[in-house]
């Protein structure tokens, strides 16, 4: 890397590989991959890294919502909680 990024370039990508590495839980894979373009005399880029490490979907947390009674709503237009 010092012979295509300068100092502050090299220590961004350094930072924004630890930070993927962390956030794909893929560590060792990662920096395998990234040592492995290097020795080969490229270096792969963030967006390169990031398609084959981080995962293309999200999990969504597991919630249940209680829908409220209809009735609820009746009970509002009766009582006269409606403004025209």
């Not at 993927?20 to 894979?29: T, Y």
């Amino acid at each position: 890397m010092d012979e295509t990024l300068s100092a502050d370039k090299a220590f961004h990508y350094l930072v924004r590989l630890l930070h993927l590495a962390k956030k794909s839980d893929r560590q060792d894979s990662l920096g395998r991959y990234v040592l492995n373009a290097i020795e080969n005399g490229t270096t792969p880029s963030l967006l390169q890294c990031e398609a084959r490490f981080l995962p293309t979907t999200r999990a969504l947390p597991d919630f249940t919502v209680q829908q409220h009674a209809l009735g609820d709503y009746q009970a509002l237009l009766q009582a006269g909680g409606h403004h025209d």
